[in-house]
Nanobody
């Protein structure tokens, strides 16, 4: 059974940093691309970033470029999202999601989801 478990969310002041982790079991990252999505109240779920299974290519939403970094540790079967220079508009529930091979844009393209972790950016 494929399972993704997020951790690392919390409360941080504007300008601060957090690192989210997504631990995968039942699947290896060699075959699954892992994305981070986020969803704020009243808004649609949006893709934050993705790291591709085949060549490790990375993708970011426009508002995350230069602030967020996605990476993976194949030995630990874990994907990380380092978030720097956080802004109040980054406040959301963050989910990691897996899809075979490709980094899709839409949430519908991902078939495995974690339970989510809350990130709150506030002074």
């Amino acid at each position: 059974q494929v399972q993704l478990v997020e951790s690392g969310g919390g409360l941080v002041q504007p300008g601060g940093s957090l690192r989210l982790s997504c631990a995968a079991s039942g699947v290896t990252l060699d075959y699954y691309s892992i994305a981070w999505f986020r969803q704020a109240p009243g808004k649609e779920r949006e893709r934050v970033s993705c790291i591709s299974s085949n060549d490790g290519s990375t993708y970011y939403g426009d508002s995350m470029k230069g602030r967020f970094t996605i990476s993976r540790d194949n030995a630990k079967n874990t994907v990380y999202l380092q978030m720097n220079s956080l802004k109040p508009e980054d406040t959301a529930v963050y989910y990691c999601a897996g899809a075979p091979i490709f980094c899709g844009i839409s949430a519908r393209e991902y078939d495995v989801w974690g339970q989510g972790t809350q990130v709150t950016v506030s002074s």
